[in-house]
């Protein structure tokens, strides 16, 4: 599984931004599909994942409300809607292939894409 990430950049507090990412591969469908962050100095965190079949979500409590991830099974590519962001959001943000809907350490995670720099500012 092969997976691009894109669509960082610096924006204000209370704004939006959406990260996109595309896969590619055999198995990648065996997968779930997972966004994780990592601000400076701080471990990579969990922030949301996707099933591609059941469309089921799971989210950070810390991002409930605010990002939403969804697919487009057509072009095989996840996405990341990030409204209301907040200078904590701040940080490198990864796409990945994982095992589970509920496996939320970066551990589980078998394929990683290169990330993507979110910077908000306050």
């Known amino acids: 599984v092969q997976l691009q990430a894109s669509g960082g950049g610096l924006v204000q507090a209370g704004g939006s931004l959406r990260l996109s990412c595309a896969a590619s591969?055999?198995?990648?469908?065996?997968?779930?599909m997972g966004w994780f962050r990592q601000a400076p100095g701080k471990e990579r965190e969990f922030v949301a994942a996707?099933?591609?079949?059941?469309?089921?979500?799971n989210y950070a409590d810390s991002v409930k409300g605010r990002f939403t991830i969804s697919r487009d099974n057509a072009k095989i590519t996840v996405f990341l809607q990030m409204n209301s962001l907040k200078a904590e959001d701040t940080g490198v943000y990864y796409c990945?292939?994982?095992?589970?809907?509920?496996?939320?350490?970066?551990?589980?995670?078998?394929?990683w894409g290169q990330g993507t720099q979110v910077t908000v500012s306050s």
């Open positions: 591969g055999r198995t990648f469908r065996s997968y779930v």
């Open positions: 996707i099933t591609w079949a059941a469309r089921s979500t």
């Open positions: 990945a292939a994982g095992p589970t809907l509920y496996h939320t350490s970066k551990r589980d995670y078998d394929y």
